[in-house]
Nanobody, 124 residues
Framework: QVRLVESGGGLVQAGDSLRLSCAAS????????MGWFRQAPGKERAFVAA????????YYADSVKGRFTISRDNAKNTVALQMNSLKSEDTAVYYC?????????????????WGQGTQVTVSS
């Protein structure tokens, strides 16, 4: 069982940066691939970024590539999402997810555990 708690959301202006963090419980964090997803009002939950058990394998949605960076610290059981050059269309609830596999996935059904989400609002 893995418990995930996100933090770092908030209200920012377009062009600003924000760093989301996800703290995971469990002693086997390093064996889980981790992902970030987001859900805007009235829309389906969408993939944002994912990282494998080490930080050598990462995937990004085209809409965030070059602006967002996912990273993990296995010693601290955390995964982060650095978001730069934020746009109004980045406004959403952001969810951290864990997959019981060392390889990352890019679909929500690939993940086994989810956090409660943190709101990110970008004003234009």
């Amino acid at each position: 069982q893995v418990r995930l708690v996100e933090s770092g959301g908030g209200l920012v202006q377009a062009g600003d940066s924000l760093r989301l963090s996800c703290a995971a419980s469990g002693r086997t964090f390093s064996s889980y691939a981790m992902g970030w997803f987001r859900q805007a009002p009235g829309k389906e939950r969408a993939f944002v970024a994912a990282i494998g058990w080490s930080d050598s394998t990462t995937y990004y949605a085209d809409s965030v590539k070059g602006r967002f960076t996912i990273s993990r610290d296995n010693a601290k059981n955390t995964v982060a999402l650095q978001m730069n050059s934020l746009k109004s269309e980045d406004t959403a609830v952001y969810y951290c997810a864990a997959r019981n596999d060392i390889a990352p996935g890019i679909t929500s059904r690939a993940y086994d555990y989810w956090g409660q989400g943190t709101q990110v609002t970008v004003s234009s």
